[in-house]
């Protein structure tokens, strides 16, 4: 059995993850440049001969790094094909923002076929910006802070044979004879309003689970005692809320087609500031206070500058690749990809006719693109009586993605720079609170929300079995008292609601096969801040307070 090392696209702050594979196939060598025979080969020169010899293998060994790291490059990239790159180079005319790939996967908004009149994101068309509401990524995880925590109330946990844990809330409502439930199971919670009118007598908690949920099968429910339940319940429920977002900014010129092409852009252009102007503000990032999605505030490595910007209530943080790092040499430009790579949306300008192709860009986080183009004018008349320049907009998102507003106008053009900004801005979020439905996100979050309810259900069980006074040893306090023992799995929450709200994305969840105990030492420690760091190695299926902790970023903000 023969084996080959294949080498996958760039995945999170990596430059690559490895896989082995095992056939008769094998990867064709270049000729005379065998790396094994080269590196193995015996020393049998004699000792005046053994610095020339030395330093031909040097030579030898940097040649053949540079030609793996070029075969690597072509196996990454998806290019256009040489027919179909010299077709838009010469072509006439205005061009689509955005064309498919050819392997298909994707869908573009308006559509590319003059037939088809329905936008992919709406019925109708429109431009009102009274209708550029954001969307809520869990409408009802902060019903239990605002209703339950300032009324009487009481919770239960349960362990159902089929459903696992089990963590139920109830409170009266201002009206009489009526309860709110909220009950929590792996897959979801629901939520629910009874009038006790629909009970001969009290209900109990497990007639009022089976109300909202007929799969039940546990007959018994134990009340929680312990004081701070509603801190970890409320850490729960909100685990998926967050006010911060980070996006990508792509700069592509006109020819350009290519990943390292739009990756190894240094200059901007005055057009390009402008619209960064138009997005947000262009901010210092040394000691910078505000939310700061992965850069680095502190020692510079992230580049001096940054595109910032508040909306509604929300903090969004640009990762302009013009800004990031530039390394002579690396053509892959991993310094600028290890953020933008990482983001779930990303933006693209264009100047100039050449379309951007949807999976262009290699990565396994990057769902959406949004492409703006300005439009160029013949008569500069016609830019003054506008007040400015005119943009044309177009998205591009995976299949599994679901449609998001605000709606594209027909034409999709827009001559308003201040409607342009609330337009992309909520677009923006919209794209990423809609690509958390896609497959590899919403298989995560299943794994995650499990996860946190279990150990949720464990802590509120032993905390409230330590409360009456049970002394049994799994009930016990740790070796630090009670207020060590809650610490730590309040810790255990809150280091796990980073994790989620940094998307870390396990390998098997996106499709990437997991490595062995060898290669599972990498541990990064990249972009991470309290609220939108992302940790691109895997994570296990069980976690430990110990283990969330090495998850979180080793520099936390405040």
Known sequence: MSFSRKRSFTFGAYGGVDKFTCGNEMRPEPAGDNILDILDSPASDSKSSHSASSNQRDTELFEIIEKLQGSRINEQRCEFPLPLKSQILTLDGDLPLILPSKSGGWWIDPPLEKLVDVS???????????????????????????????????????????????VLSVCLEEEENKLRV????????????????????????????????????VSKFEAVSYLKAPELITAFDEHRVSPNFKFGILYQRDGQLTEEDILSNNDESDEFKE????????????????????????????????????????????????KLPFTEGDPQQLQRKRHIGNDIVALVYQEGQTPFLSNVVKSHFLHCFLVVRRIQREEEEEEEETGGPSYQV???????????????????????????????????????????????????????????????????????????????????PGPDGARGAFEGSGGFIENFKRAIRVRSHSFDTLGVTKKTSGSTSQKPKTEKDGESDKSPGPLPDSLGPTELKDQASPQEET
Do not use: W
């Not at 992919?120 to 925590?149: N, Q, W």
């Open 182 to 217: 909220i009950l929590r199971m792996k897959e979801c919670s629901l939520h629910g309003i009874f009038s006790t009118s629909l009970f001969p007598h009290i209900p109990s908690a497990v007639e009022l689970t089976k109300m909202l949920c007929d799969r039940v099968t």
């Open 120 to 166: 992919p994101t709406s019925s109708h068309y429109g431009l009102d910006p009274e209708s550029y509401d954001i969307m809520e990524r869990d409408g009802e995880a902060k019903v239990y802070r605002e209703v339950f925590c300032s009324r009487y109330h009481h919770s239960f946990t349960a362990v159902d044979p089929s459903l696992g844990p089990l």
């Open 394 to 476: 177009s998205v591009t998102a995976r299949e599994d993605v679901p449609p998001f507003g605000p709606v594209i106008p027909e034409p999709p053009i827009f001559t308003d720079r201040s409607l342009l900004r609330e337009f992309l801005l909520t677009k923006l979020i919209n794209a990423e609170i809609s690509c958390y439905k896609a497959e590899s996100f919403s298989k995560l979050e299943h794994r995650t929300r499990s996860s946190l309810l279990e150990s949720l259900q464990a802590e509120l069980t032993s905390r409230s079995q330590c409360m009456m006074g049970d002394p049994s040893p799994s009930a016990l």
């Open 275 to 322: 619209f960064l102007s138009v997005m947000g503000e262009t901010v210092q990032l040394q000691g910078f206070t505000g939310f700061r999605g992965g850069l680095d505030v502190c020692q510079g490595q992230t580049g001096s500058e940054a595109v910032f910007t508040s909306f509604q209530g929300r903090e969004i943080m640009f990762h302009v690749a013009t």
